[in-house]
């Protein structure tokens, strides 16, 4: 079981939240002309790293808020976790 | 090489089986060979032994960072079907059922096929028109498809809950009755051995640490046991593909995530296909030493971990409970997981690259093992000929930027929502 800090309600279970995938995907700027490619990069491409992983999850069975995560992906430790807002490092 | 046989099996016996030929060699890496195959799994050692045999391409490395078979091929829940959907998909894994059925003749290793079937269960009106769908669309591809109602499921699996008090009742389900499945270790050897005595070389205990590629070509790989230089690579390294391609600075539409499977302490025989609940992430079989195989989906975040999380085998066994109810006085035997390399519309790719003599096999999602003879024979000629082979000229790498997608099971890009 992993255990994830919510930085709004402390420490809980995994089992109260949902996964929301790699962090730092940013979206095209809209109103600008997009390329295909850049369209490409955003919905499929993916580095999935081995190793620190920045990622996004809801605290869906908490406070619904969604979360940014930074975690070992080879070994599921968790280093921090900061509203979605804020920065990690 | 020294051919198996029940007659080989009675002449080693009266020696104590103390000199059996070596199923396969352990050589030094030499340093060129024509094609360099990373990746010692199913769909490598496959790949391997189609170059030699079809192509008769035979100075060939596999090369393998830990031992051959110890990946995805020894830990996946050994089901082989090809009850898909869309043309591309149905086209490939039934050419491959067809390099299954001949599998263990073709080897001389008995990889026990055996084609139990395998039911889709169905739990409301509209799951029954998807399933009559894709049965159509299998059929016509020639592939059989059987829509089962209520009572033709309770004949098949008396044993699963047909009760009033379900939450989830059983309307019916698709069978498709030449799916099943075979011993995973044995495709693995049985391919090493052949492609082994046909002059490859399967070096194990090797990691590759660098590619070296000069204005656009590929040269060689670097690897813990020196430089080999290659005219072409082919990479088949399933969840580890993402590592690989960051050193050849290419992203891919590809995330790795773990799935768990697990077995029960063995039984008498009771189940006799392939089952998978249609309410919730669950599917069984039976394995012939009795033990129950059971799976479901994967445990949701990024993970290079080879193990997963008590949550998920819980969720996943919560539904097994909901069908077999036999099941809650089973105890578990061992639980394990591997990694998958999810493609971003859940069905594999087989192609070329940007670079001159690289080549892609990667994206197998949770569904690699089935297609481990097709992979590898369309992969070897996409090597030796330089060009895709019609069966996987749907599975290319641009699909997801010119939009061709194979997205069978329509889930978007969230690949850990199953």
Same mark, same amino acid.
């Given at each position: 079981?992993?255990?994830?800090?919510?930085?709004?309600?402390?420490?809980?279970?995994?089992?109260?939240?949902?996964?929301?995938?790699?962090?730092?995907?940013?979206?095209?700027?809209?109103?600008?002309?997009?390329?295909?490619?850049?369209?490409?990069?955003?919905?499929?491409?993916?580095?999935?790293?081995?190793?620190?992983?920045?990622?996004?999850?809801?605290?869906?069975?908490?406070?619904?808020?969604?979360?940014?995560?930074?975690?070992?992906?080879?070994?599921?430790?968790?280093?921090?976790?900061?509203?979605?807002?804020?920065?990690?490092? | 090489?020294?051919?198996?046989?029940?007659?080989?099996?009675?002449?080693?016996?009266?020696?104590?089986?103390?000199?059996?030929?070596?199923?396969?060699?352990?050589?030094? #890496?030499?340093?060129?060979?024509?094609?360099?195959?990373?990746?010692?799994?199913?769909?490598?050692?496959?790949?391997?032994?189609?170059?030699?045999?079809?192509?008769?391409?035979?100075?060939?490395?596999?090369?393998?960072?830990?031992?051959?078979?110890?990946?995805?091929?020894?830990?996946?829940?050994?089901?082989?079907?090809?009850?898909?959907?869309?043309?591309?998909?149905?086209?490939?894994?039934?050419?491959?059922?067809?390099?299954?059925?001949?599998?263990?003749?073709?080897?001389?290793?008995?990889?026990?096929?055996?084609?139990?079937?395998?039911?889709?269960?169905?739990?409301?009106? =509209?799951?029954?028109?998807?399933? =009559?769908?894709?049965?159509?669309?299998?059929?016509?591809?020639?592939?059989?498809?059987?829509?089962?109602?209520?009572?033709?499921?309770?004949?098949?699996?008396?044993?699963?809950?047909? %009760?009033?008090?379900?939450?989830? #009742?059983?309307?019916?389900?698709?069978?498709?009755?030449?799916?099943?499945? =075979?011993?995973?270790?044995?495709?693995?050897?049985?391919?090493?051995?052949?492609?082994?005595?046909?002059?490859?070389?399967?070096?194990?205990?090797?990691?590759?640490?660098?590619?070296?590629?000069?204005?656009?070509?590929?040269?060689?790989?670097?690897?813990?046991?020196?430089?080999?230089?290659?005219?072409?690579?082919?990479?088949?390294?399933?969840?580890?593909?993402?590592?690989?391609?960051?050193?050849?600075?290419?992203?891919? #539409?590809?995330?790795?995530?773990?799935?768990?499977?697990?077995?029960?302490?063995?039984?008498?025989?009771?189940?006799?296909?392939?089952?998978?609940?249609?309410?919730?992430?669950?599917?069984?079989?039976?394995?012939?030493?009795?033990?129950?195989?059971?799976?479901?989906?994967?445990?949701?975040?990024?993970?290079?971990?080879?193990?997963?999380?008590?949550?998920?085998?819980?969720?996943?066994?919560?539904?097994?409970?909901?069908?077999?109810?036999?099941?809650?006085?089973?105890?578990?035997?061992?639980?394990?997981?591997?990694?998958?390399?999810? %493609?971003?519309?859940?069905?594999?790719?087989?192609?070329?690259?940007?670079?001159?003599?690289?080549?892609?096999?990667?994206?197998?999602?949770?569904?690699?093992?089935?297609?481990?003879?097709?992979?590898?024979?369309?992969?070897?000629?996409?090597?030796?000929?330089?060009?895709?082979?019609?069966?996987? %000229?749907?599975?290319?790498?641009?699909?997801?930027?010119?939009?061709?997608?194979?997205?069978?099971?329509?889930?978007?890009?969230?690949?850990?929502?199953?």
């Amino acid at each position: 079981m992993l255990y994830i800090k919510c930085p709004y309600c402390g420490l809980r279970a995994q089992k109260e939240f949902s996964y929301g995938g790699d962090a730092t995907v940013k979206r095209p700027n809209i109103n600008e002309e997009v390329s295909t490619e850049d369209w490409d990069n955003f919905v499929y491409m993916r580095k999935s790293p081995r190793g620190k992983h920045v990622e996004l999850w809801q605290h869906i069975a908490g406070c619904r808020q969604w979360i940014k995560v930074q975690r070992d992906t080879a070994t599921h430790e968790i280093f921090q976790t900061a509203k979605v807002t804020e920065e990690i490092r | 090489m020294q051919k198996y046989s029940v007659f080989s099996l009675i002449k080693n016996a009266f020696s104590n089986h103390q000199n059996w030929e070596v199923a396969w060699k352990d050589p030094t #890496p030499k340093s060129e060979y024509d094609v360099v195959i990373i990746g010692g799994g199913g769909h490598g050692l496959a790949t391997a032994y189609y170059l030699a045999k079809e192509h008769n391409i035979r100075n060939v490395a596999i090369i393998e960072k830990g031992w051959i078979g110890g990946g995805n091929v020894g830990r996946n829940t050994t089901i082989i079907r090809s009850n898909f959907m869309y043309d591309a998909n149905a086209r490939f894994n039934e050419f491959g059922m067809d390099l299954w059925r001949n599998l263990s003749q073709e080897l001389n290793f008995n990889v026990m096929f055996s084609p139990r079937g395998i039911i889709n269960l169905a739990h409301s009106d =509209a799951q029954m028109n998807a399933y =009559a769908r894709r049965g159509n669309s299998m059929r016509l591809n020639g592939i059989d498809a059987k829509l089962l109602d209520r009572d033709e499921v309770k004949k098949l699996i008396p044993m699963a809950d047909f %009760s009033d008090e379900v939450r989830f #009742p059983i309307f019916g389900g698709l069978m498709q009755p030449s799916a099943g499945t =075979a011993r995973h270790d044995a495709v693995a050897w049985g391919y090493a051995r052949q492609a082994d005595d046909m002059g490859v070389d399967i070096i194990q205990h090797c990691e590759v640490t660098g590619f070296d590629v000069v204005n656009g070509k590929i040269k060689g790989i670097r690897t813990s046991r020196g430089d080999i230089k290659a005219k072409k690579v082919g990479l088949c390294v399933a969840g580890s593909t993402n590592i690989l391609a960051e050193k050849l600075n290419m992203t891919l #539409p590809i995330e790795t995530h773990v799935l768990q499977a697990c077995v029960s302490e063995p039984v008498k025989p009771l189940l006799d296909g392939v089952v998978t609940f249609g309410a919730g992430h669950f599917y069984i079989s039976q394995s012939d030493k009795g033990e129950m195989v059971m799976g479901g989906d994967l445990d949701g975040y990024n993970s290079y971990a080879q193990r997963g999380n008590l949550p998920t085998i819980q969720h996943v066994l919560t539904g097994g409970l909901a069908l077999f109810p036999f099941l809650s006085r089973l105890k578990m035997l061992r639980t394990w997981g591997g990694i998958m390399d999810m %493609s971003m519309d859940g069905s594999p790719i087989i192609d070329k690259t940007h670079i001159e003599g690289l080549y892609l096999n990667c994206g197998w999602c949770y569904g690699g093992f089935k297609s481990t003879p097709v992979s590898g024979w369309t992969f070897a000629h996409t090597i030796a000929q330089d060009q895709v082979h019609e069966l996987n %000229s749907e599975l290319r790498l641009n699909r997801f930027s010119t939009g061709h997608l194979l997205d069978e099971k329509g889930l978007g890009t969230k690949t850990w929502i199953g």
